[in-house]
């Protein structure tokens, strides 16, 4: 009875190293999904966030259009053109301007020195 105690008690022994094996390899698992399980919400995540930036990205391109503003531009371009065209008649209306005050200039003085001359005689 001794040796069959003795033989179950070793028995016993492995059983409960074997279990205590398997209890350690189940938490070290448990960890590992636990971590794993983190990993993959953190990645869920990070795909939600480039999508998001994707989403944007779509929306801000089709918003910024190469067309827009392209009215307003042609817009100013034509006032600035209308602006030159006035400016280039103003300048041959100012050079026009100049040239008859010289004439009159010129004939006022005519003028005077004929007054003078008539008024020596």
């Given at each position: 009875t001794i040796l069959m105690e003795n033989d179950f008690i070793e028995t016993l022994k492995e059983h409960e190293a074997k279990s205590i094996s398997m209890q350690n390899e189940v938490d070290s698992l448990t960890e590992e999904k636990e971590?794993?399980?983190?990993?993959?919400?953190?990645?869920?995540?990070?795909?939600?966030?480039?999508?998001?930036?994707?989403?944007?990205?779509?929306?801000?391109r089709s918003t910024v259009d190469t067309e827009y503003g392209q009215g307003e531009l042609k817009a100013m371009k034509c006032e600035i053109h209308r602006?030159?065209?006035?400016?280039?008649?103003?300048?041959?209306?100012?050079?026009?301007?100049?040239?008859?005050?010289?004439?009159?200039?010129?004939?006022r003085e005519t003028i005077t020195t004929r007054g003078d001359a008539q008024m020596k005689q």
């Open positions: 971590r794993l399980l983190s990993s993959l919400v953190d990645s869920e995540r990070q795909i939600m966030l480039w999508e998001k930036k994707i989403q944007l990205a779509k929306e801000t602006m030159q065209v006035r400016y280039n008649q103003l300048m041959r209306q100012q050079e026009l301007l100049i040239q008859e005050m010289e004439k009159a200039v010129g004939r």
